[in-house]
């Protein structure tokens, strides 16, 4: 029996006295999904949008906290609003991995003014460049100039400068209610996924070529040459499986940078 069966049982025997079926509040979405499938399943289900006074109403008949609804709420608006990621050859994504890492969060704010904190940041405090800039969206790079190198050499107040580890990465803000704001940071790491393919291809390229050239000086039978072929095809599958361990790994590190910058921006909105 698993750990997740055992809680269900636990959470049934724990259930008030006279309610033998009574359901923890966790799986209330489950049930209430179930339910609304079996109604439009019949044909009763009635298409119709709930204001968000309705969801507050609903959530507080089950014991939920308005903030937390209206939070939810934010947060199911801000999923709508999130771009897909950009286009990568299927091809490449399928054997390497995708060459991007994103995070999204609802943050309380304006969009336009959550922005701007970001780009004081990151030319303050991570020596980062714009290279594309609106009053809520912008791309950022690590800051190439020599002020920029000079002030990541000295780092005369100790700074990681751990952001300039990714090439390139944008950020977008989008309303998300009233009150909050979705922000979505995506770092592209194609162009590092293209040196490591290129280094992989040059190294088997070189190896290749030098046991063609053996082959070919001593006459070597097909027997050789099938198993230079078949040496050939294991390093391509070897070679693809390490690019893509290495994509994973890249993404998690540029994933973790990315929250970490999110929570820098949000600590710094909640004390000012």
Known sequence: MTESQRSKIHAIHESPPGDAFAVPAEQLERVIARASVLQHATGDGEQRQLSEEEIIAIGREVGLEPEHVRRALAEYRAEALAPDLPDDHPLLTRHFGQPFARVQRVVRGDPQDIHRAFERHLRAEESMRAIRLHSTASVWEPDSSWKGKLSRALNLEGRSFELTQLKSFSIGTAPASPNESLVIL????????????????????????????????????????????????????????AIRTSMDNRRRRAALLLEGLLDQIEFSKSHT
């Open 186 to 241: 995506t770092a592209d790491l194609k162009e590092e996924r293209t040196e490591q393919i290129q280094g992989w291809g040059f190294s088997l390229g070189a190896l290749m070529a030098l046991a063609l050239v053996g082959a070919a000086v001593e006459g070597l039978s097909a027997w050789y040459w099938l198993l230079i072929m078949a040496l050939a095809a294991a390093g391509s599958a070897l070679g693809a499986f």
